[in-house]
């Protein structure tokens, strides 16, 4: 199966500040790949997907996402925190020919006012 | 309607009970699964059905026993469970087939305690 690396199981940023989550695939075919939100005792939320057509990836909630096939990132970003965006992210993978989903660490999101 | 309805939100069993766990989407996908999540763990894929045939098995043990009675359900049977059990459960649909997975839409879970 193919898998996620996200760097950082904890950041931390100002309200009003840059956020930026890291994470990055594993595999010789670009997959597709998923940011997803969970907020405490709920399921997930999708925020963005890249499914191999524009390399930019607009969300919900103001977040984006670049898929970079040299660097095997996509990264998410938001350029200005709010106290509503504190949750845990997960970045998620899925090939293009079969329904196998696989999930990051996670990355706990704190904003501090 | 693009929810993933998820029962119970709660249950609490013993280690001799069965109890079943049900997942509902009206949303025509044809592809459901089960995830297990722990506390401040990424979901964990269980099982996975495409067109109401399992299609991946995590190597999950038998005391789990998945069941997609039709296109919009999807049942996940407990018995014998161990305490290492509690956890949320949590189920998800997409539209994806053959052609791979564009997205998944998850329920809110099923938090299980085995006492």
């Known amino acids: 199966a193919q898998s996620v690396t996200q760097l950082g199981s904890h950041v931390s940023v100002s309200e009003g500040a840059l956020v930026l989550l890291r994470c990055n695939y594993s595999s010789s075919v670009p997959p597709y790949l998923f940011w997803y939100v969970q907020y405490p005792n709920q399921g997930l939320q999708l925020l963005l997907k890249y499914t191999s057509a524009a390399t930019l990836v607009k969300g919900i909630n103001g977040f984006e996402a670049e898929f970079k096939k040299s660097e095997t990132s996509f990264h998410l970003t938001k350029p200005s925190a709010h106290m509503r965006d504190a949750a845990e992210y997960f970045c998620?993978?899925?090939?293009?020919?079969?329904?196998?989903?696989?999930f990051g660490a996670g990355t706990r999101l704190t904003v501090k006012p | 309607d693009t929810e993933v309805t998820q029962t119970p939100k709660h249950l609490v069993m013993g280690m001799t009970n069965k109890k079943s766990l049900k997942c509902e989407q009206h949303?025509?996908?044809?592809?459901m699964y089960w995830y297990k999540q722990k506390a401040k763990k990424p979901p964990e894929l269980m099982f996975v059905?495409?067109?109401?045939?399992?299609?991946i098995n995590e190597s999950v043990p038998s005391r789990f026993s998945p069941e997609c009675p039709n296109s919009s359900l999807l049942n996940l049977h407990l018995h014998a469970l161990q305490p290492e059990d509690s956890a949320l459960y949590l189920c998800?649909?997409?539209?994806?087939?053959?052609?791979?997975?564009?997205?998944?839409?998850f329920g809110q879970g099923t938090r299980l305690t085995v006492v």
């Open positions: 998800a649909s997409s539209p994806s087939t053959s052609r791979g997975n564009t997205e998944a839409f």
């Open positions: 059905y495409s067109y109401e045939k399992l299609s």
């Open positions: 949303m025509g996908h044809r592809a």
């Open positions: 998620a993978v899925s090939p293009y020919n079969n329904n196998d989903m696989r």
